[in-house]
């Protein structure tokens, strides 16, 4: 199974931007279907992005849209989150996920459940 880590988290002023990174120093993630979430104290694990096996598809939360890039990097077996414009409601542990399902549909895609392998997280705090 993949030993997802994730990096790149801290604290960062409203309108700020992190790049999120998550690797696998073992094993390769260019089968796996990869996404991104978040959990806030008190709420549930929410879905954030997703991308596909090459990197031709992607998907984004409503929260998301027009702030946030997916992306990977086969060759260096690296997926990236850019988050722009960071928002207070950002705040959040964000979390990598590898599914090694093949199928491509939102509702699948939005599901926790869905992935099977799981980073430790990194912690996302953003100012107001």
């Known amino acids: 199974q993949p030993l997802l880590v994730e990096s790149g988290g801290g604290l960062v002023q409203g309108g700020g931007s992190l790049r999120l990174s998550c690797g696998d120093h073992e094993r390769t993630l260019r089968s796996y279907r990869l996404g991104w979430f978040r959990q806030a104290p008190g709420k549930e694990r929410e879905f954030v992005a997703a991308i596909s096996r090459y990197g031709d598809m992607t998907y984004y939360a409503d929260s998301a849209k027009g702030r946030f890039a997916i992306s990977r990097d086969n060759a260096k077996n690296t997926l990236y989150l850019q988050m722009n414009n960071l928002k207070s409601e950002d705040t959040a542990v964000y979390f990598c996920?590898?599914?090694?399902?093949?199928?491509?549909?939102?509702?699948?895609?939005?599901?926790?459940?869905?992935?099977?392998?799981w980073g430790q997280g990194t912690q996302v705090t953003v100012s107001s």
């Open positions: 996920a590898a599914s090694n399902k093949f199928s491509w549909q939102e509702s699948i895609l939005e599901r926790p459940s869905n992935y099977e392998y």
